[in-house]
């Protein structure tokens, strides 16, 4: 039997699910049942019927899986894969910005951990950003966490100022102005198209700002035949799935999340074969951060 094969089997036997970011390895994307961004899977991970899970991405996407689908077993095939963002903040640190601004609301960045979405009033993700925190009154003061880049550039494109979080994302960190500039050069003519995790400089500098699921949406309404890309490397792999007869250059080729790369086709058969390694959430945590992440999901 070839690899494929056996997760197939596997996935018959433990009725399972496969769900893959669109930041996984190509093998991977191509081995799921679904790609998605976090907008997307989140919203997968609210209608489905196998008893497993198995999740292809980092730990915070595993967690929000299981937190939204207590009676499954969630399974993430690399239990080392978490992500840096997400720790850049404890909800020790959330909690002593609340007592600061007292009467101020919480909104977190998906790309947070179950404490955090916990001490939230509700969840966001780089898809509808604008819209959740467009739906809370002018006067509101707004704490944004855990990543300065898309508070930023939320808080711009609705004309307000809310309390920041210094996190980031160290993959789009690595993205630059400059970087942008030589792209144009080398593809005149090729849309520029960034994710609002990067740096003010090359938000500035694209044509437009995106989540990886609106890349996709964006690329197939256009009649250019080439895109610069400036996220992550893997959603180029869906991006030249979708559209063979489009071309898609990597703004930089070296922005690659060496969590979201952990997670192979045969650490998928292992996770199946001995149900590893399955994420839990305790009771009371895992209550609060869906009540965050249910919000996000009734507004958007
Ligand atoms: S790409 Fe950035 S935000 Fe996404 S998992 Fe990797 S480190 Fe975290």
Known sequence: MTLIEEIRELQKKRNAVILAHNYQPGEVQDLADFTGDSLELARKATDIHSDVIVFCGVHFMAETAAILNPDKTVLLPAADAGCPMADMITGEQLRALKAQHPGAKVLCYVNSTAE???ESDCCVTSANAIAVAQ??????????VPDRHLGAYTAEKLGRSFVLWPGF???????TEQQVRAARAAHPGAPVLVHPECPKPV??????VLSTGGMCRYVLGRPEPAFIIGTETGILHRL?????????????EQAVCPNMKKITPEKVLWSLRDMQTAIAVPPDIARRARRSIEAMLAIV
Do not use: G, M, V
């Open 169 to 175: 994302c160290p993959t789009h960190a690595r993205l």
């Open 116 to 118: 955090i979405k916990a």
């Open 203 to 208: 938000r500035d500098a694209a044509d437009a």
């Open 135 to 144: 739906s809370f009154p002018l006067a509101q003061e707004i704490i944004f």
């Open 240 to 252: 030249a799935q979708e559209n063979p007869a489009k071309t898609f250059f990597p703004l930089l």
